[in-house]
């Protein structure tokens, strides 16, 4: 007999959990899975999401299909079953050398895992929505999936001097950000090459009051991928967890600086294998220029170029 607190639900239903082997996953995932999963694929792990009633961060409520992600030794096979009688269930594999960016949002106990990257041709979008209290079981895979992202790609010079130098500014941050991009972001492997943090940017507005027109951020360049931390958009005071994005090196194409209202926004442009997308991030001139400065010093083939690309 099974003793639980008077508070325990009965099972945690609708929390993520893991398997080992496609044979493990439901019937509907399992059948999908052995269908699509390219011929040669070592299975590493399957984070899983059961059917959930998703209350969007909206206040909207839907229903989010049972779904998994099945880490292979190349890439990542997302299934998500049927959505309504009579339609089949959805996959996609990405291949980590297609990989293009990753956003992650850890708000609460709202997670979201958004991956995009070329397949068959045209890009394609990943997205999962969980319970964030699962996160600790899918962060190991998401981060091996990165570094197979990194491999037979060249990485950025590194210098010990500049690195300490690099790790003493972030201590220097708050400590939201600090500790967001040290326990969920940098792996050990990489080498931290310098951070810039961006305040919320403000705008005046009639009679003394103002508004927020972007979060703060914070801009970490790594020799193996950029990475972004930001806070959601709001004029709360408080604003719970975190927003990561992770570019890998590779995928830099260009970058421009270009007029964002009475600031700046820098915008990546992304190119892998045929595949393109673009990120925009607002920043002030000052926090621009302060990046133009550290990526002109370690950027790989991609350039700065205020106003136009080249």
Same mark, same amino acid.
């Not at 993520?16 to 019937?27: C, F, G």
């Not at 037979?152 to 600090?178: F, H, I, M, W």
């Given at each position: 007999?099974?003793?639980? *607190?008077?508070?325990?639900?009965?099972?945690?239903?609708?929390?993520?959990?893991?398997?080992?082997?496609?044979?493990?996953?439901?019937?509907?995932l399992r059948e999908m899975a052995h269908r699509v999963l390219p011929i040669g694929e070592q299975v590493l792990s399957i984070f899983v999401v059961p059917l959930n +009633?998703?209350?969007?961060?909206?206040?909207?409520?839907?229903?989010?299909? /049972?779904?998994?992600? =099945?880490?292979?030794?190349?890439?990542?096979?997302?299934?998500?079953?049927?959505?309504?009688?009579?339609?089949?269930?959805?996959?996609?594999?990405?291949?980590?050398?297609?990989?293009?960016?990753?956003?992650?949002?850890?708000?609460?106990?709202?997670?979201?895992?958004?991956?995009?990257?070329? &397949? *068959? @041709?045209?890009?394609?979008?990943?997205?999962?929505?969980? *319970?964030?209290?699962?996160?600790?079981?899918?962060?190991?895979?998401?981060?091996?999936?990165?570094?197979?992202?990194?491999?037979?790609?060249?990485?950025?010079?590194?210098?010990?001097?500049?690195?300490?130098?690099?790790?003493?500014?972030?201590?220097?941050?708050?400590?939201?950000?600090?500790?967001?991009?040290?326990?969920?972001?940098?792996?050990? &492997?990489?080498?931290?090459? @310098?951070?810039?943090?961006? +305040?919320?940017?403000?705008?005046?507005?009639?009679?003394?009051f103002s508004r927020q027109i972007a979060s703060p951020a914070l801009l970490a360049l790594t020799d193996r991928q950029i990475i972004i931390l930001r806070e959601e958009k709001t004029d709360e005071s408080n604003s719970y967890g975190w927003v990561f994005?992770?570019?890998?090196?590779?995928?830099?194409?260009?970058?421009? =600086?270009? +007029?964002?209202?009475?600031?700046?926004?820098?915008?990546?442009?992304?190119? %892998?294998? @045929? @595949?393109?997308?673009?990120?925009?991030?607002?920043?002030?001139?000052?926090? /621009?220029?302060?990046?133009? =400065?550290?990526?002109? %010093?370690?950027?790989? *083939?991609?350039?700065?170029?205020?106003?136009?690309?080249?």
């Open positions: 007999m099974t003793i639980r *607190n008077s508070w325990e639900p009965e099972r945690y239903e609708f929390h993520p959990y893991l398997q080992d082997s496609i044979e493990a996953l439901p019937d509907e +009633p998703y209350l969007a961060r909206t206040k909207k409520q839907r229903i989010e299909p /049972a779904q998994a992600l =099945v880490f292979t030794s190349n890439g990542v096979l997302h299934i998500q079953a049927s959505t309504a009688p009579g339609q089949a269930p959805r996959s996609t594999f990405l291949r980590a050398e297609e990989l293009l960016y990753v956003h992650l949002s850890l708000i609460l106990l709202y997670g979201r895992l958004e991956m995009a990257g070329q &397949v *068959n @041709g045209q890009l394609e979008t990943i997205e999962v929505f969980y *319970n964030s209290s699962g996160h600790r079981l899918l962060e190991p895979a998401l981060q091996q999936f990165l570094r197979i992202s990194w491999e037979n790609t060249d990485r950025l010079s590194t210098d010990l001097q500049a690195e300490e130098k690099a790790r003493q500014n972030l201590e220097g941050l708050p400590v939201k950000y600090c500790n967001g991009l040290k326990i969920y972001a940098l792996q050990p &492997v990489e080498h931290l090459l @310098g951070v810039i943090f961006q +305040p919320p940017i403000r705008e005046s507005l009639w009679m003394g994005t992770f570019l890998p090196i590779e995928t830099i194409d260009t970058m421009d =600086v270009m +007029p964002f209202r009475k600031h700046q926004q820098l915008i990546f442009h992304l190119s %892998r294998n @045929g @595949g393109q997308s673009q990120l925009v991030f607002p920043l002030t001139q000052l926090k /621009a220029q302060d990046w133009q =400065v550290l990526w002109g %010093r370690y950027g790989r *083939n991609a350039s700065l170029e205020k106003n136009g690309r080249h």
